[in-house]
């Protein structure tokens, strides 16, 4: 019971600045407590960045934001070897990237060596340098924002990069009475700054091994295998959905649930989360279009035409 107390805590700390977007708030501790990362895409202005700043505030952790450029190192990110002259010896500088929360802003206005930075960390929760391995967390969780891809000065992310991606979350515009209330109380500049944490670092690794423990049923683990093939065989798609994908939307439905204050899994907490667990890591043929948008439209018409289980 005290779990799901601090669960809903935390879900109210952040609802209360990011106003009207219940759904995201949602998608982002679910993958918060299925232990992923998260891929925040949408317009300029629209709250990522102070989603990932309202968890950060609720819980008793380290928090960092990486401020993603085209002219960015990946020693800016991970650390660097520094020369010690009372030693004699080179010591590792920590980077940003040694933090329990990372805010990784505009991921995509970075070049792709500074992007593949990321991937051992996202992986493995390690950064290794040279030759040595420096260990990250736990937790340990990157929330990266990027721009759509049709915005000026943005690169292509990777399909392996992607891939380390538990969920891409979209936040989209908030509808007139949330906006109206945003105008008159600017959450950002006021309840942001008085958020208090809610848990700490033991509370939420408690909660994650909690999410281990959630029960999902054979018929469950056979509709999410359901949904893989499915995107395996389909013509329209280049890429289907990897082992990796499979294994996330599994712990994803598990989080849910919890999130739900159950320990077990049900079939809505598989169908509500699969898009945003799925689309982002599938290639469409027709890749000279849009191929992440012609990949969501096939994968909604793939996961409609899966048998729900009863």
Avoid: W
Avoid at 109 to 125: G, K, V
Avoid at 133 to 161: C, I, K, R, S, W
Avoid at 199 to 226: C, F, K, N
């Amino acid at each position: 019971m005290q779990q799901i107390e601090k669960l809903a805590a935390l879900r109210r700390n952040v609802e209360s600045v990011l106003l009207g977007k219940s759904d995201a708030v949602r998608q982002v501790l679910v993958a918060l407590l299925g232990r992923g990362h998260v891929l925040l895409e949408d317009v300029p202005g629209v709250g990522k960045t102070i989603l990932s700043r309202a968890i950060a505030r609720s819980i008793d952790c380290t928090f960092s934001r990486i401020q993603l450029t085209p002219d960015l190192l990946p020693s800016d990110i991970l650390g660097v070897s520094v020369y010690d002259s009372a030693s004699g010896e080179f010591a590792f500088k920590r980077g940003p990237i040694f933090a329990h929360l990372v805010l990784v802003d505009e991921i995509n206005r970075t070049t792709p060596r500074t992007q593949s930075a990321l991937l051992e960390a996202m992986n493995e929760s390690q950064v290794t340098a040279d030759g040595q391995t420096h260990l990250l967390g736990p937790p340990f969780m990157v929330l990266a924002t990027q721009n759509p891809y049709d915005f000026e000065g943005t690169y292509f992310l990777p399909e392996n990069q992607l891939d380390r991606f538990m969920l891409r979350v979209r936040i989209g515009y908030p509808d007139r009475p949330a906006e109206r209330e945003i105008l008159l109380t600017r959450p950002a500049l006021t309840k942001l700054k008085r958020l208090k944490a809610v848990m700490g670092i033991e509370d939420l690794i408690s909660l994650q091994d909690a999410v281990d423990g959630v029960r999902m049923d054979e018929s469950i683990t056979e509709y999410v295998l359901s949904i893989a093939e499915a995107t395996r065989d389909r013509e329209e798609l280049a890429i289907g959905l990897s082992p990796r994908g499979s294994l996330a939307l599994a712990q994803a439905a598990r989080a849910s649930a919890m999130l739900d204050g159950r320990d077990y899994v049900v079939p809505d907490d598989v169908k509500r989360l699969a898009t945003a667990v799925c689309a982002h890591r599938l290639v469409a043929q027709a890749v000279a279009g849009n191929g992440l948008t012609g990949a969501e439209t096939a994968f909604a018409r793939i996961l409609k035409s899966v048998p729900v289980p009863q």
